[in-house]
């Protein structure tokens, strides 16, 4: 995890832009008809393990109400849920490490079960409850709904942002490794 | 100047980076006087950045390692200070022009300072008004940094560094990727700045011709952590230590060389503008001249590339390129020059499919291909961007190369065969197996020319293949695409580095905002002073010493120096 | 390039002369109340103010075409699919049930969900214009000062700036990495298999985010060179100075919510039930 207080407001601003540019910019089609393939929480969580809680949580809660802006209309709910995951998985950064550059089992483990955790906190409950107070929905649809959504955010967050962790811990050099043959 | 104190200060100064293994910067020992102008060259790796750091505070704030010795900068002990007290001193202005620009628009930009100090608003927008005219950007205040130039971006960094009068000025290679005139404008601002505010100036560069277009005090020679030599201009050019460290020298030296005139004789031998020739001098360079026979190219009309009328427009409104008509031979070697956003790079992508045409066609071996994807025309075209961490998206060499011809019904041996083939043809054969991270910025650079190498293109484009490199690295990149060159393969390159285009391209394709303005030899280009003016480009130093030689024919003046330039280097 | 990342729209108007503090303001008061309250007749005054707002705003829907399309396919989708759920929802709330039409089955039409699915559809429209007027009627370089007026952090602020400021930068970093890749046989298209979809998505986002964090390296670089974060506080280049305007408008603001609450929380809860 890098400790730098400009380095982690730079990282939230771009965290979030492109958060913003993936959910915004870029449709990929999930095979499920008209969803897509969520990027940006898998950009997200890698953002979170990298530099920390506050980034991840900031940085998707910025870049989620920005592309809400960008339609109209901002989904509080959802975008607290956001913050809120990305929050949960920061908080395993020290335990998974990156830093050291290995992103091995042991690391991986520690992602899955921060990424389950976030997922199940983040969207069936922050989320379902938002909805339930702001729009008076019936629990039970709303519940529904956002455990289909966590699953999907789950298995995205796991795939793609597991992956780009293992490339980037690939191409951090070790403390005193460095040396010319 | 020995009377006064020295403004920057090394004594015994080493540094290590914690990733490092030994220290990056070894025992420096050097002062630096209120005033100077002092130039910093050097191989690629041998510290200049470092050495940068060290004194506007990234190091050791900002990157963490082992400090020895002291370094003092305006009379401040640099380890016990802060980067904050350290950056009211030295302002720092970096090579990537939109990494720095971190305002909205330019006036937010320059005020970036100010407001992290508190200034109130009224003050505030006096000082960056100021500021903005001392170079020259105040039409511009309003406008955000995707409506500027690469030069126009360059200004407002100085500007947001010039806005809390700073004492040191420190340019870490202001001149990469910017067109020559740009550069040539940039190295006079700083001259400009440099009497105006009576400021110390450290320009880190190893373009060293353009950057003593404005004279320099000293030049400071870095290999491998080490000052090597602390020199004059006047000394360190006729010393052969440039050459020794590969450092490219200036062209018309060279060529003074060539000729054999005594350059210990000549004055003013660090500046092209004031250079001035004895009588001798000069006959030796006609005499040189006269002795050299030139050879004729010969062109055949088999064409492989053609484009025609191309016109395009990234938001359909705007056009960035009008009615562009380009020929390119069969096994041509050929350079694409001209301003910044005059639109080079689009062309490319245009040729390439990435974009497609308003207006106009691409054809291929006389073959309409403005329809087709852009997968099927990379199997014919390739393009390489300029940079290569855009394109690696694999650990291993292997699979990084592997990728262009996986999925296309080839078996496993067959990949592997082709892979290896092209790895060998970009001498990373041995490499293979190594993860990408570990190799070199140069080695990369192969790396993503030979994963585009693999699909067998007849064509590859190469965009500033040379931008920011040392001359080692650029000699071996561009020798290396010399080899493809002559196994058949048409390369296009587009470049800022005129003397590439002089030394390696046979024509150069002139672009001037979003028109194809001229096509002939580069030597020809950089002789007619009216393109030069119009497409942002920079008389080679040759030019002016054939005039100055009274030689009536400067293009074939050029060609001969390129000719035995050639030559001379196949030698070693 | 796109430089209208939120669709900034320049005009001299009213509320285009407001300061963005302001603007942020009546944007927070309106979500929040919105969201808070199910009384009717509060929202129906919402409503009618936040489309006051967008007159006085002098923007054109046509403007803003885009979005309302968007909204309004939003809209009906959602109040088919509250429907389908559970055609007796606005029966439990709303604790009566007057049948208005049989369509099939267990789909009986009842005045109460009907009244039930207006009140969420017009909480969806208020947040509409609301979020518009914001967006459209503030010069982006304002968010971050208007942001830290009201209190929140400003290297928190300065993060929503930054976001702002490099959106198109890495809107093309992608493009450009797609098209290469694409050359290279990386398809993101219906036409590729799913798993490989997901790989190709990682060899394009891999190399994405790694020039992303040499770009937060060299950023955060220059940033600390021009002293960021020295002082606890700072000030601010566009920073709009506070007219009577705005403080008369914040002042409505505050009142507005407050009464909205009280109207809102009488008879102990936040529903207004026409029905008893
Ligand atoms: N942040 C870092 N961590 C570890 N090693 C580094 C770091 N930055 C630079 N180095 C190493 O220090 C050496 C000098 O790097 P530096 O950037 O100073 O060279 P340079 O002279 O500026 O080269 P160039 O002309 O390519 O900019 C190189 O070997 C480089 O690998
Ligand atoms: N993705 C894009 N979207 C919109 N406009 C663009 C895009 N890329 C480039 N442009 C604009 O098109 C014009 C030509 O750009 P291009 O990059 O082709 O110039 P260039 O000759 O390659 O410049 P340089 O020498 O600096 O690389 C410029 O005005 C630029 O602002
Ligand atoms: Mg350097
Ligand atoms: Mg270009």
């Known amino acids: 995890m890098k400790n730098d207080a400009v380095k982690k407001v730079v990282a939230t601003g771009i965290g979030a832009a492109l958060f913003f540019v993936l959910a915004r910019f870029v449709a990929v089609p999930s095979g499920i008809p008209n969803t897509n393939i969520a990027f940006q929480y898998g950009i997200q969580s890698f953002f979170a393990v990298v530099y920390g809680p506050v980034v991840g949580c900031l940085s998707g809660f910025i870049g989620h109400v920005l592309t809400d802006m960008s339609w109209g209309g901002v989904w509080w709910s959802w975008a607290f849920g956001t913050a809120v995951y990305g929050l949960i998985v920061g908080l395993f950064a020290k335990k998974i490490n990156i830093e050291s550059g290995e992103f091995g089992k042991k690391a991986l483990v520690n992602f899955a079960i921060a990424n389950c955790l976030a997922n199940v906190v983040a969207w069936p409950i922050i989320a379902a409850v938002g909805d339930v107070v702001i729009y008076k929905e019936d629990f039970k649809i709303v519940v529904a709904q956002l455990a289909v959504a966590a699953i999907a955010d789950f298995l995205c967050a796991m795939v793609i942002g597991g992956l780009l962790l293992y490339g980037y811990s690939k191409t951090i050099a070790k403390t005193g490794s460095l040396d010319k043959e | ?572 | 390039m796109n430089n209208r990342v939120l669709n900034y729209i320049p005009k001299d108007s009213f509320i285009h002369r407001l300061s963005g503090t302001t603007k942020l303001i009546i944007f927070l008061t309106f979500s929040v109340l919105c969201g808070l309250s199910f009384d009717t007749r509060v929202l129906i005054v919402l409503l009618l103010l936040s489309l006051l707002g967008f007159r006085l705003s002098k923007i054109k829907l046509s403007e803003i075409r885009l979005m309302s399309t968007f909204l309004v396919i939003f809209i009906t989708f959602n109040f088919i699919l509250l429907f389908l759920f559970n055609p007796d929802y606005g029966t439990e709330m709303y604790g009566t049930r007057t049948v208005l039409f049989h369509l099939v089955g267990r789909y009986y039409v009842t005045a109460e969900q009907m009244f039930y699915q207006f009140n969420v559809a017009l909480k969806y429209v208020i947040g509409f214009p609301i979020a518009i007027l914001f967006i459209s009627t503030t010069n982006p370089s304002e968010f971050a000062a208007s942001l830290s007026a009201i209190g929140v952090p400003y290297r928190v602020s300065y993060s929503v700036s930054l976001a702002l400021r490099y959106i198109p930068d890495i809107q093309k970093d992608y493009h450009e990495i797609a098209q290469s890749q694409e050359a290279r046989g990386v398809g993101l298209g219906k036409d590729v298999k799913l798993v490989e979809r997901v790989k190709n998505a990682v060899k394009i986002l891999l190399p994405l985010v790694l020039t992303s964090l040499q770009r937060i390296d060299t950023i955060s670089n220059s940033m600390q060179l021009r002293s960021f974060g020295k002082n606890k506080k700072r000030t601010w280049y566009v920073k709009k100075k506070l007219t009577t305007a705005d403080y008369s408008v914040i002042a409505f603001c505050a009142i507005l919510f407050i009464v909205g609450m009280i109207v809102t929380n009488q008879g102990g809860s936040n529903i207004y039930n026409p029905f008893i």
């Open chain 2, 1 to 572: 100047m020995s009377e006064m104190t020295p403004i920057i200060s090394f004594k015994n100064f080493s540094f290590q980076y914690n990733a490092q293994k030994r220290p990056t910067l070894k025992d420096i020992n050097l002062d630096i006087y209120p005033g100077e102008k002092i130039l910093i060259c050097g191989a690629s790796g041998s510290g200049k950045s470092t050495l940068g750091n060290c004194i506007n505070g990234l190091i050791p704030f900002s990157y963490n390692g082992k400090i020895e010795g002291s370094l003092t900068v305006d009379g401040i002990e640099t380890k016990n200070s802060s980067i904050f007290e350290l950056s009211t001193r030295v302002g720092t202005v970096l090579q990537d022009p939109d990494g720095q620009f971190v305002g909205l628009t330019v006036g937010e930009d320059i005020a970036f300072a100010l407001e992290n100090d508190c200034i109130e608003q009224g003050r505030m927008i006096e000082l960056t008004d100021h500021a903005a005219m001392q170079v020259g950007i105040e039409k511009h205040m309003k406008k955000a940094p995707y409506d500027l130039s690469g030069g126009q971006k360059q200004r407002v960094s100085m500007a947001g560094v010039l806005v809390d009068d700073v004492k040191i000025l420190l340019f870490d290679e202001p001149l990469a990727n910017l067109d020559p005139a740009t550069g040539k404008g940039a190295i006079e601002l700083i001259e400009k700045l440099k009497k105006e505010t009576n400021t110390t100036v450290v320009i880190i560069e190893h373009r060293i011709e353009d950057a003593l277009w404005e004279n320099v005090d000293r030049i400071l020679l870095m290999a491998d952590g080490c000052i090597v030599a602390d020199k004059k201009p006047q000394d360190m050019l006729r010393s052969p230590l440039l050459n020794e460290y590969g450092i490219r020298e200036p062209l018309y030296l060279t060529a003074l060389k060539y000729a054999s005139a005594d350059i210990n004789k000549v004055e003013h031998i660090d500046n092209i503008r004031q250079l001035n020739l004895e009588k001798e001098e000069v006959n030796s360079v006609r005499d040189w001249y006269l002795s050299q026979q030139r050879q004729q190219t010969v062109n055949d009309n088999n064409y492989i590339l053609e484009t025609q009328d191309l016109s395009f427009a990234y938001d359909g409104k705007e056009y960035v390129l009008n009615d562009i008509n380009v020929k390119i031979r069969k096994g041509e070697m050929l350079s694409i020059v001209g301003r910044n956003g005059a639109g080079k790079s689009t062309f490319c992508k245009l040729v390439c499919g990435f974009e497609k045409p308003q207006k106009g066609k691409v054809f291929f071996k006389g073959k309409d291909v403005t329809d087709t994807t852009i997968r099927h025309r990379a199997a014919h075209i390739g393009y390489v961007m300029q940079n290569p961490n855009q394109m690696i998206s694999q650990i291993q060499i292997f699979d990084e190369v592997a990728m262009g011809i996986a999925n296309i019904g080839l078996s496993k041996e067959e990949i592997q065969e082709r892979v290896y083939e092209t790895l060998k043809v970009c001498g990373l054969y041995e490499f293979r197996n190594w993860p990408i991270s570990a190799l070199s910025f140069g080695q990369k650079k192969r790396v993503t020319i030979a994963s585009i190498l693999v699909m067998g293109p007849e064509v590859i484009i190469l965009d500033e293949p040379t931008a920011g490199q040392d001359l080692r690295h650029y000699t071996e990149i561009m020798e290396f695409l010399k080899d493809l060159n002559k196994q058949g393969i048409t390369v296009i390159i587009v470049t800022h580095d005129m003397h590439l285009m002089l030394e390696y391209t046979s024509r150069a394709i002139v672009f001037s905002n979003g028109q194809m303005v001229d096509d002939k030899a580069g030597s020809a280009v950089l002789c007619d002073p009216e393109l030069v003016e119009k497409a942002a480009l920079k008389e080679t130093s040759l030019f002016n010493l054939a005039t100055m030689c009274g030689i009536d024919d400067p293009v074939s003046f050029v060609d001969c120096f390129i000719d035995c330039d050639r030559r001379e280097r196949e030698h070693e």
